[in-house]
């Protein structure tokens, strides 16, 4: 007698949940559901960076699976609200959409487990199990809904897969640490700067490795701890030299810097040891500092000026920028807006690995004075891997250009992902990195008027 009780229990409890209004609440909820992650692909084909190759796994998560899925959701809406089918489309998707959440919290605690610790996991994985209920809920049909739901799961796991930096893939150049002994001071050496005149007003050039943003397990650097922002140097030691200083500081590892004045300018070699690899967002490799509003030129795309133009952020003026692409050529482009693509190129000219680059600095006016930099290593170190939040061909590496008003700066970076959208990381392998610049100041004459001016 107890297995007919079970059943008729069963039967009584299917008959309630069968009721048109709760029927209609659950499919209500259902349509809602759907509607807001339609809304939510949607902004991703608008906001997530574009421009990979058919291979790249970003073309996918950010424009072909947001793309299918909002003509999936949108269809099985349109059936059932207009065109009054019987739900089955909606059971489907919602099952799609459970299962893409609940792969997505797994696959996150297991490749993320510092970013996607078990406290910020609880709102998504309650997520994850409402929508579970929900897809449940709106069955109509067991087989189907699992495939639906294994379909789903791929696409999340796709999703958070494509959150992780690739592996790091810039090449240290090797080098040894300078020997320091003093006490730390406090003038510029404390930031790791180093001045030196380009005509009548002087630049200033930071040449350590510094990380900005960080991620301890390679993922996008929003969701790190706080402690992972901002620079950790802190000044151990400093000598000062006859024609010039020596100094240390610890960090995300050990660096060393080391300034020494000739009769034409400056020999600068910062050195710093990475005991395991960084993933960062944000990092520079060498900051030069431009009090004055600045033209500039590289020796690999010739002689011909390029003005240093403000740009805005998170949207105005387009930023300028050059990079050393795969076919080792150096490619000076300007962003459509901000640092965000499609890019013009403006310039081109061939740059291989080993090879030093010269910027040589100018004031925009035609004031008398230049200075050029001439950096040994940035070209041997540079990841020429592609950028996972800029697309459109841009890789890790950069020289990123732009002004404030009268003043310019100038970023060189090994491999970072500034320019683009989101905060990606991109890593930084374990070694040593060199950064040797050769500084150069030349005083020129003022250009002769034109007769008739003053």
């Not at 100094?247 to 600068?268: F, M, Q």
């Not at 499609?342 to 600095?361: N, Q």
Request: charged share 20%; with cysteine; proline share 8%.
């Amino acid at each position: 007698m107890e297995r007919p009780r079970k059943e008729t229990r069963r039967r009584r409890v299917l008959s309630r949940w069968r009721r048109p209004w709760i029927r209609s609440i659950v499919f209500g909820s259902a349509v809602i559901v759907l509607t807001v992650h339609a809304a939510a692909c949607a902004l991703a084909l608008v906001y997530l960076p574009r421009g990979f190759a058919p291979s790249d796994i970003h073309s996918w998560s950010n424009t072909w699976l947001p793309a299918a899925a909002v003509i999936v959701i949108v269809g099985a809406l349109l059936r059932f609200v207009f065109f009054q089918s019987s739900g089955l489309f909606v059971s489907l998707v919602s099952a799609a959409i459970a299962g893409g959440w609940l792969a997505a919290v797994g696959t996150s605690a297991v490749l993320f487990p510092i970013s996607f610790d078990v406290e910020r996991a609880i709102g998504p994985g309650a997520i994850a199990l409402a929508l579970g209920t929900l897809a449940w809920a709106t069955k109509l049909r067991t087989a189907p809904s699992i495939v639906a739901a294994l379909v789903g799961a791929a696409f999340g796991f796709v999703e958070v897969l494509a959150l992780r930096a690739p592996p790091p893939s810039t090449r240290p150049a090797g080098g040894t640490l300078a020997e320091v002994k003093g006490e730390p001071t406090k003038d510029d050496a404390a930031t790791g700067q180093v001045s030196f005149p380009c005509g009548k007003e002087h630049v200033r050039v930071r040449p350590l490795l510094t990380f900005e943003s960080r991620s301890p397990d390679a993922t996008w650097t929003v969701l790190a701890p706080p402690d992972s922002f901002g620079p950790r140097r802190k000044f151990e030691a400093f000598a000062k030299e006859k024609n010039g200083f020596r100094a240390s500081y610890t960090d995300d590892g050990v660096t060393s810097l080391v300034a020494t004045k000739d009769a034409k300018g400056l020999e600068i070699e910062a050195v710093s040891k990475l005991p395991r690899a960084v993933y960062s967002h944000l990092n520079t490799f060498t900051t030069i500092y431009v009090p004055f509003e600045t033209s500039l030129s590289f020796s690999a795309t010739g002689p011909e000026k390029l003005v240093i133009e403000p740009a805005d952020f998170p949207a105005g003026g387009p930023m300028q920028f050059a990079y050393l692409g795969a076919d080792m050529a150096l490619h000076v482009v300007r962003a459509t807006d901000d640092e965000k693509g499609p890019y013009t190129e403006l310039a081109k000219g061939r740059l291989g690995r080993d090879e030093p680059l010269t910027i040589e600095i100018r004031h925009k006016d035609g004031s008398p004075g230049t200075c050029k930099l001439t950096f040994k290593d940035w070209t041997s170190q540079v990841s020429t891997e592609p950028s996972p939040s800029a697309g459109f061909g841009l890789p890790q590496n950069s020289i990123q250009l732009l002004s404030r008003g009268k003043e310019a700066f100038i970023v060189l970076t090994l491999a970072e992902t500034g320019p683009g959208r989101g905060w990606q990381s991109v890593g930084h392998a374990e070694g040593t990195y060199r950064n040797r610049i050769r500084v150069d100041t030349v005083m020129t004459e003022p250009a002769p008027a034109k007769p008739g001016t003053r």
